[in-house]
């Protein structure tokens, strides 16, 4: 424990004076008492209980006394506190499915609109990057607890290229560790949960994708690492099961929401699944996700419970006096 004002620490030596002025006036009564009971003049015995509570109130007026002089040095301590706080990755799928119609009004506005409403939740203390993936991933925005940035880097996402949903949980490893994380495709096809990146716990990533992947590496060994690092991924999946035909370079192509991939890839880590028909469903959706509350060591003052604590025992102290003995002092 330390103190804001650790020079008033030296009015506690009032604390000892009033008890040897006590103990003297104590003596002094005692004397008087036996010279009055020598005479007849008073009763020789009052009784051990009685005697031995009297003291009581003044012991607790003391200890008050301590406190309240302690208080007004400013102590200050560390207190664990449970805080929402850590970094999140939201990974954006910004391939050319996610151009599709199936979602109101297309797949990457109704995800923006789901990410938005997401960042606009979370209080300062989370720091928030933005990934873009499609064949491959980029961290558009690393981690920072300005949330406008990470606003303004969503508003920027176009499609383009594929989709590779472990690329994306890949960087976003790397987004959360602050250093390129690299990882064995051979590694993740032998025992992906032996492969170590580090511990990151308090950390999360937040997939918004139709799912459709069509490169590598494997998203669930992926998933197996990120769990292994302590990262929990939650998935939203934009668009329908039925899906929707659009134009790429002239092609119609046929695409639609892969549901299981983004449930599995959820469930390994511990995440959530969710997804909408729409941009209102999926903000909605996004404001349901809950951050983990890690306790946070926070150096505090607690002159108030030295404050709160010294008159609770002046008060219990004062109440005993007056039903023993009929007065306060």
Known sequence: MTFRSPWMLALLVAVPALVAAYVSAGRRRARRAAALAEQGLVATAAGSRRRARRHVPFGLFAAALTLLVVGTARPMTTVQTPRREGTVILAMDVSNSMRADDVQPNRLEAAKTAARAFVQRQPPAVRIGVVAFGDGAVVVQSPTNAHADALKAIDRLTTQGGTSVGQALVTSLSAIAGKPVVIDPEALASDSAQVDVGYYGGST???????????????????EVASVAGVRVHTIGVGTPGGAVLQVDGFSVATALDRELLEEVASIT????????????????????????KLVAAHTEVTGLFAAAGAVLLMVGAVLSVLWFGRVV
């Open 270 to 293: 511990d995440g959530t699944y969710h997804e909408g028909s729409d941009a209102d469903a999926l903000a909605a959706i996004s404001r349901t996700i809950e951050l983990r509350f």
């Open 205 to 223: 990533v937040v997939v918004l994708s139709d799912g459709e992947e069509t490169g590598r590496p494997d998203p669930v060994g992926v998933a």
